[in-house]
């Protein structure tokens, strides 16, 4: 991985992740791609979503390390605050989970 940090390479990991489960989401409607079935909607975006806050931990972890501790965000509520935000925006790019990450720690729960 050449000038690629293993942090934006996560990122885009989670981005192409979430490409894939907003595709499934759309899997029942009119605008559905033609690869997906209706029945992704249920079967397929849950396990992704699950997959992104997995890939959510590395970055907790490494705000845990360099900011140290005696701080009140927790893992879980870190989690759900960006998967608000990646949600509210359907976010499908590796430079907006960067973003939407490096907000959420920065506010620490705001």
Known sequence: ??????????????ADILAIAWACNDADSDNAPKWTTPSMAG?????LFKAVRGLL????????VAI??????M???FKDQVIVRITDD???????????????LANEGD
């Not at 931990?57 to 845990?64: E, N, S, T, V």
Request: proline share 2%; charged share 25%; glycine share 6%.
């Open 75 to 77: 893992r879980s509520d």
């Open 1 to 14: 991985m050449t000038n690629t940090t293993i942090r934006e390479y996560r990122h885009q990991k989670i």
């Open 90 to 104: 359907s976010i499908q790019e590796g430079y907006n989970v960067t973003s939407i990450i490096d907000y959420v």
């Open 57 to 64: 931990d590395a970055d907790y972890d490494d705000w845990l």
């Open 43 to 47: 079967d397929v975006v849950t396990p």
């Open 68 to 73: 140290g501790a005696g701080r009140t965000l």
